[in-house]
Every structure is written in structure tokens, then in C-alpha cells.
Nanobody, 114 residues
Framework: QVQLVESGGGSVRAGGSLKLSCAASGYSFSRCEMGWYRQAPGKARDIVANINDRGSTYYADSVKGRFTISRDNAKSTLYLQMNSLKIEDTAVYYC????????WGQGIQVTVSS
């Protein structure tokens, strides 16, 4: 019984900030590689950022310098701090876990307007 629940999405003006959270349950969170992906209408789901069990991070070129991925193993929670948001960041954002079997959250909408 694995569950990933995203929160913190919504609407924001370009240049603003949002912080997404992903609450995990049902598995050994601290042993898993966690990530954020996003999907815009009519487009494929693309990676945004990942963080492994040792704390090493990866960012897509489109978000480098603007987004920060982090994890709190004591709270079994993954975060994505999004700063300097652009209209092209608008998408449904998904939390993911590989333990090593892959799991996905339901997704949460982020809308950036001019």
C-alpha cells in the first residue's frame, strides 16, 4: 500500500513562487529515489528534478537556477521550491518514487499567468 499525495499547487503570476509538497506513505521513504515530473496538455511527461537516497540532485535544464528539490526523511515528505516562475512552467506536476519499483502521485495543477 503505497501512496503519494501532492499539495501546494495553484495559480501564481509570472515571477512569483510556489512550494510543492509530496507526502509519502506505505514504503521506506529514506531508501527511495524521489522526483518531480510535469505534463502540459498535449505534451509528454518530462522530468523536472530528482533527488536520490544520498541527497544527490538532478535538474532539467529548463528549471536550473530557479527550482530546488529537497526531502525530509523524518517526515517522509518531498518538496519542490519553485521561484521566478514562467508561463511555460504551467503544467500538472507529479510526485514520483523509485524504491526501486516506480510509484506516482495523482498530480497537482500549477498555473502561471502574465
Amino acid at each position: 500500500q503505497v501512496q503519494l499525495v501532492e499539495s501546494g499547487g495553484g495559480s501564481v503570476r509570472a515571477g512569483g513562487s510556489l512550494k510543492l509538497s509530496c507526502a509519502a506513505s506505505g514504503y521506506s521513504f529514506s531508501r527511495c529515489e524521489m522526483g518531480w515530473y510535469r505534463q502540459a496538455p498535449g505534451k509528454a511527461r518530462d522530468i523536472v528534478a530528482n533527488i536520490n537516497d544520498r541527497g544527490s540532485t538532478y535538474y532539467a535544464d529548463s528549471v536550473k537556477g530557479r527550482f530546488t528539490i529537497s526531502r525530509d526523511n523524518a517526515k517522509s515528505t518531498l518538496y519542490l521550491q519553485m521561484n521566478s516562475l514562467k508561463i511555460e512552467d504551467t503544467a500538472v506536476y507529479y510526485c514520483s518514487a523509485r524504491c526501486p519499483w516506480p510509484y506516482w502521485g495523482q498530480g497537482i495543477q500549477v498555473t502561471v499567468s502574465s
